[in-house]
């Protein structure tokens, strides 16, 4: 009994060291604060599914880590010496209290602040997948896996609107900010208000046709507007090259 329970430990072992692809990483909580949330979160399996969504679609040669962590400031990171993603509860605590005003109904902010963790996500791992993909990027990294991110994302359905309620995501952190000062200008990121209309006119293009209000309604100016379907066709024919070698048949 002891030699089976060995051996099965041992397999175990060996069996989480050889792990390829997106692998789950327990989550890291240190204050009361954010017990019940990461609680909430562990429950919730968000984790669990996104890895094995990921893990379906895409072949890695390395284990890629993801975990919700506190971490001292409303933030999400790519640690390429850990090889992990991981969100912040502060940053799902900074949606909740930014968007709090663009929505109506608890239901409704649940679903946007929900959409905003996954155009971060999707990020995040975009910045993953440059590293150990070794992915050609020139220009702002930032700005290329903010694309890769809408390229995942948009399905003309729920994903959609996951990366137009992420925009408004970023539209209220930009209010809730101190002004743009040189340190915005200097920083390695768009700045919040680019990332907006860079959002909207992504999604607008995929589908220019049932996005119209877009427009319409003033949030996408018509300069812009008009670039935008070959914008989103460029993203398109761009990482889905980028990715082809690296994914499942
Ligand atoms: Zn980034």
Redesign the pocket.
Known sequence: MKRLLLSILLVLAVGTCTAKGFVVRKSQVKSEAYRELAAEIDRSGLLQQMAAELNQVIVLDDTLGLRFSECGEPN???DPKRREVAVCYELIESYYENMAAAYDTEDELDDAVAGAFLF?FF??V??ALVDVLDVPVTGR??DA??QLSVWVLVDGEEGDKAVLDAAVGFYAAAEAEDAVDEGSFAD??SLDQQRFYNMICWVYGSDPDAYGNLVEDGHLPAERAKRCAAEYARIDRSWSRLLAAHLKP
Do not use: P, S
């Open positions: 999400a990171f790519y971060v990020h995040e975009g910045h990294e930032e896996v903010d390695e990121h």
